[in-house]
């Protein structure tokens, strides 16, 4: 297993994840790639050299991760994607809170640090100046350029040529000069939008390969240890969605590569299964917030929606090169020996992913969440066991966790901070 050796390209890993928040709604297929694109494309114009450009490529294809939160901010995403022109009164909420969240959420993790700082104030208006510092904060130039490239991304509609509407585009945007916009930034985005494709590109479903193949120059390459910091932010964000799974993802991860490290794996492999728990759920994003956060029994057909999420954590995962047994471990994991799990349905089934199966769902039974205490140790030692006699999941694995038991809960404890 080559797990030691592993070097993942931070530029994909922002790409999957940013196609994994364009999930979280349904009217956007890929808003954040298109901000990115174009704000991409402001800043080469700006003279940007190749490195501060991939910030300004992670903090477009990130810039609205804060409205992961809640329904409520998720609406927010729904009124900016919905009109150029915002009407702040008409909003459930401050419009700036998802990106402070955003920030919140970021700037731990070093490489994220400074679009961190742009996501921040990436719905600064310009307002003849006074817009270069909010709060007495300085606001950067790449939240001026994200700010312009989201409004310019929410205008072109499909049902007409998006060459038809480039003149209205500029035409609005030249118009919104000083009041909305940054002179410098509206300048640098005439220029980049003077070609027809520019537009082209804009609405070109394939973004990945063309924003790679223009903007990808600069490539960060992760190591294992960074991989494993990228998805411990990716998985607060997935835990983020719902309040009833606050920290599930941080105590698969912690039981998963405990499990691995009980069960021989190496402790690059551990590691390695440890991003897995950290990921697992990540299809979850295009589960709606309403269906998340329902407290009674699901009905059979927002259980069918449920029961997508891993076949989405899969084909998002597969965008990243070398990602490939990460991504089986995670995918697989509700998948049953008796075949009576989901989406696969697979026969094969990899230890590794035996392994974030049992971590599942014994962090899942073992948590507390707001409508109900997590199981004691003699009903979750029941509930595994039985699962084991239908021949649902693997006998050794519940052995080794049953045998260690009290080592498990408090690993699981501490990295769900309840310790
Ligand atoms: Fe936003
Ligand atoms: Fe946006
Ligand atoms: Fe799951």
Redo the contacts with the bound molecule.
């Keep these: 297993m080559p797990s030691e050796e592993i070097k993942i390209k931070l530029f994909d890993m922002v790409l999957c994840f940013s196609r994994a928040l364009d999930l979280m709604h349904p009217k956007i297929s890929d808003h954040h790639l298109r901000v990115a694109y174009i704000a991409c494309c402001i800043a080469e114009e700006l003279g940007f050299s190749l490195t501060e450009i991939q910030n300004v490529l992670i903090a477009g294809a990130l810039?609205?991760v804060g409205?992961a939160s809640s329904a409520l901010r998720l609406s927010i995403?729904d009124h900016?994607l919905n009109s150029y022109r915002l009407e702040h009164a008409e909003l459930p909420e401050d419009i700036h809170n998802?990106?402070f969240e955003g920030f919140e959420l970021m700037q731990h993790f070093p490489p994220f640090a400074q679009a961190a700082s742009a996501i921040r104030y990436?719905?600064v208006e310009w307002d003849f100046g006074r817009g270069s510092e909010f709060a007495g904060e300085p606001v950067p130039l790449v939240a001026s350029i994200l700010y312009l490239a989201?409004r310019v991304s929410v205008m072109p509609t499909a049902e007409r040529s998006c060459l038809e509407q480039a003149a209205e585009i500029r035409a609005a945007v030249a118009a919104d000069t000083g009041k909305w916009f940054m002179p410098e930034v509206v300048a640098a985005f005439q220029e980049a939008s003077t070609p027809e494709s520019f537009w082209l590109d804009v609405m070109c479903p394939h973004k990945e390969a063309i924003i790679h193949d223009r903007f990808g120059g600069h490539e960060i390459e992760l190591n294992l240890d960074a991989l494993h910091e990228l998805a411990k932010v990716f998985g607060k964000i997935i835990d983020y969605r719902s309040p009833f799974t606050a920290t599930h993802s941080s105590g698969v991860a912690a039981v998963a590569e405990m499990l691995g490290q009980r069960l021989g794996f190496s402790s690059a492999e551990s590691k390695s299964l440890k991003i897995a728990g950290y990921l697992h759920d990540i299809g979850k994003l295009a589960v709606p917030t309403e269906i998340l956060d329902k407290p009674e029994k699901l009905t059979r057909e927002e259980m069918l929606v449920v029961k997508q999420h891993p076949y989405y954590t899969f084909q998002i995962l597969s965008m990243v090169p070398g990602l490939e047994e990460i991504n089986t471990w995670a995918s697989l994991h509700h998948e049953r020996l008796d075949l009576h799990g989901y989406p696969f349905r697979s026969r094969e089934i990899p230890l590794g992913s035996r392994i974030i199966a049992v971590a599942d769902i014994f962090t899942a039974i073992t948590e507390d969440r707001p409508y109900r205490m997590g199981m004691d140790r003699t009903r979750s030692i029941e509930v595994l066991v039985q699962m084991v006699l239908n021949k649902a999941i693997d006998g050794e694995i519940v052995a080794v966790l049953r045998n260690n038991y009290d080592e498990f809960h408090r690993i699981r404890s501490l990295s769900q901070g309840n310790l």
Excluded: F, N, Y
Aim: aromatic residues 0%; without cysteine.
């Design positions: 810039h609205d409205t995403l900016a998802h990106g990436h719905h989201d």
